[in-house]
């Protein structure tokens, strides 16, 4: 059983925006255990009071509803406490595992929501100080390294402390419902997995739009860019739940080492393949929902020569006996026209078409599965327009299932709600394992390493577009459209 959880970086933007409401949602529900304490830490001075008070400011902010249940709050209030101290520091740790952590028989979790930069740092102070313990987990989170080297250096410094078992590395993406959704459609219906391959299959799309900029986190943004940033992991791991063989149950291992295979399956793509399989973009002034916003590079503090790209689109193969031959076109990109995540799996061309007439072609059904801003699952279909015309009209209509519509009295939990949880629990089935991400990174250092051979430039569109022009023409090169 949890008893405490420690949030090293407590004061921090990540805290207060995800997990305080995460853990006061869990609260409210009934699922933190009653002797759960939360210290959370962090360089700034404050005393409980204030500090208590901002988190009280900032559920109001970030909650969905804004409304606070006043029995919840003073019970969660009551678990929180905090240290003003540097957690990098042996000295200053030592005295809260002295003084706080005394029982060491208390089952910790520690969350670094913390740069990277100091996770082997802080590591070593947990483990010198005697809370790196067997009954301890860490939690950590992106960006793990720039390139598989990188994450290398940081995993294997926390691998020298801790167990892989004992650390969860979170991709917030697979705490959204849908994302879950997409184990539960595939392999708990008949209906799809039959189908679920090259032969009916045409091609799938991931598409990942956000319509806000790189706004106050440009310096960091511009150190990554869209390639890093959200495809080495989100839409990734999309497309290994997607694409990954049956596994054997939910188990973690069973699962990961089914998302392994596909990763390893990917085809690379490497030096000159790039200008082909790949498009990259940066947004240049435009409007989103009728305000003006400016280009990338002229973002406060931007550097007006930065080639970063803010969009990337990739058409990626999969090199197995299920997927050979079905592009799948993965996209994503800032001030985009609206925010929306969205998987579409295109099937194919029925074999033999009576009713061509109509269709004036052989269309092939579409799923399309939402993860934002709703969640829900569309399945278009053909169907006779109802009436006597001898014509015997079609038009495409969709079987609509939406999650808030299906499920009404339902809370639909927020990603950090879902995984909080999984991690008292002990289920890393929704974490990444060290391999998932290591494989991730060079599959993507293939795609960085072409661009720089090749100095693919990052092509600009227009701020609330879908995207530069050459995105539309890597689909339409294969007689493909992107459904927008
Ligand atoms: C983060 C990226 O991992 O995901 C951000 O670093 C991005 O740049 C965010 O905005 C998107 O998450 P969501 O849940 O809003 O789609």
């Not at 255990?33 to 210290?39: D, F, T």
């Not at 996209?331 to 269709?359: D, S």
Request: proline content about 4%; glycine content about 6%.
């Amino acid at each position: 059983m949890i008893c405490d959880m420690l949030i090293i970086g407590g004061d921090g933007d990540l805290a207060y925006r995800k997990l305080y409401p995460a853990l006061y949602h869990l609260d409210l529900a009934g699922c933190l255990p009653s002797c759960l304490r939360i210290v959370c830490i962090s360089r700034s001075q404050h005393n409980v009071d204030q500090f208590r008070a901002k988190v009280r400011e900032m559920l109001a902010k970030y909650l969905k509803n804004g409304a606070l249940d006043n029995a919840a709050w003073q019970r969660f209030s009551a678990r929180l406490n905090s240290y003003s101290l540097d957690a990098t520091s042996e000295a200053e740790l030592g005295v809260l595992s002295r003084e706080v952590f005394t029982d060491k028989s208390r089952d910790l979790i520690t969350y670094l929501a913390t740069p990277p930069t100091i996770f082997a740092t802080v590591c070593q102070s947990l483990w010198a100080v005697g809370l790196a313990r067997e009954n301890m987990r860490l939690v950590i989170e992106k960006p793990l390294g720039h390139d598989r080297e990188s994450f290398l250096q940081i995993n294997d410094s926390l691998m020298a402390i801790f167990k892989e078992q004992q650390v969860y590395r979170i991709d917030h993406y697979l705490g959204k419902e849908t994302v879950q959704n997409l184990l539960t459609l595939r392999f708990a219906n008949a209906l799809f997995e039959p189908l679920w391959n090259n032969t009916y299959i045409d091609h799938v799309q991931i598409t990942a739009a956000e319509s806000i900029g790189a706004e106050g986190r440009w310096s960091f943004y511009d150190e990554a860019g869209a390639l890093r940033d959200m495809v080495q992991n989100h839409l990734l791991q999309l497309l290994c739940l997607l694409a990954m063989e049956p596994p054997a149950s939910l188990d973690p291992r069973a699962v990961h080492d089914e998302k392994l295979k596909v990763l390893r399956s990917l085809a690379p793509i490497k030096g000159r393949a790039v200008a082909d399989n790949t498009v990259r973009g940066q947004y240049n002034t435009g409007s989103i929902e009728g305000q003006s916003v400016p280009a990338y590079t002229a973002e406060q503090g931007a550097n007006p020569r930065s080639n970063t790209e803010t969009f990337v689109a990739i058409k990626a193969h999969i090199n197995n006996w299920r997927w050979a031959g079905v592009p799948f076109y993965l996209r994503t990109g800032k001030r985009m026209q609206r925010r929306y995540c969205e998987i579409v799996v295109q099937f194919k061309e029925l074999p033999h078409a009576i009713f061509q007439e109509q269709t004036g072609q052989n269309p092939g059904n579409r799923l399309v599965i939402q993860l934002q801003p709703e969640e829900g699952i569309r399945l278009h279909l053909l169907n006779k327009v109802p009436g006597l015309d001898e014509n015997f009209p079609l038009e495409t209509v969709s079987l609509d299932l939406s999650l808030s519509d299906a499920f009404t009295e339902r809370h639909v939990p927020d990603a950090y709600e879902r995984l909080l949880f999984d991690v008292m629990r002990g289920n890393s089935t929704l974490f990444m394992r060290a391999d998932l991400v290591e494989e991730a990174w060079i599959w993507i250092d293939d795609i960085r390493e072409g661009w720089n051979t090749t100095k693919l430039k990052a092509n600009p569109y227009m701020a609330g577009s879908m995207g530069p022009a050459d995105s539309v023409a890597l689909v339409a090169r294969d007689g493909r459209q992107w459904q927008d």
